[in-house]
């Protein structure tokens, strides 16, 4: 294949790190850039509505019982297998 029949990629095509002169920056303009870009970024956020609030409250609720229900179910097996195994509570008088 040459090189002329390879596409560019989106990584290729990207410009990587920024260049070495804003690593020189000064401490308080690397700080303000750093502040823009929060403030860029939580301009993305989107809220969610009450219906989705709920309903992600609701299966959060569901996910956990269900959790819940499996990690006492193995405890509970765990714990008679181990008390099978290794015998009941017997007297350790001499």
């Known amino acids: ?3 002329d029949q390879v596409t560019e990629t989106a990584a290729s095509s990207s410009k990587g ?3 070495k ?3 020189k920056a000064s401490i308080f303009a690397r700080i303000a850039l ?3 870009q929060i403030i860029g970024e939580l301009k993305k956020v989107v809220a969610p509505t009450r219906k989705e609030l709920i309903n992600y409250t609701i ?3 569901v996910f956990v ?3 819940m229900v499996i990690v006492s179910l193995l405890d509970i097996g ?3 297998a181990v008390g099978w195994i290794f015998g009941g509570t017997g007297s ?3």
């Open 1 to 3: 294949m040459s090189e």
């Open 17 to 19: 790190r920024p260049a």
């Open 21 to 23: 002169k804003d690593a």
């Open 34 to 36: 750093f502040i823009r």
């Open 59 to 61: 299966v959060v609720l």
């Open 65 to 67: 019982a269900i959790m």
């Open 78 to 80: 765990f714990g008679t």
């Open 92 to 94: 350790t008088d001499s």
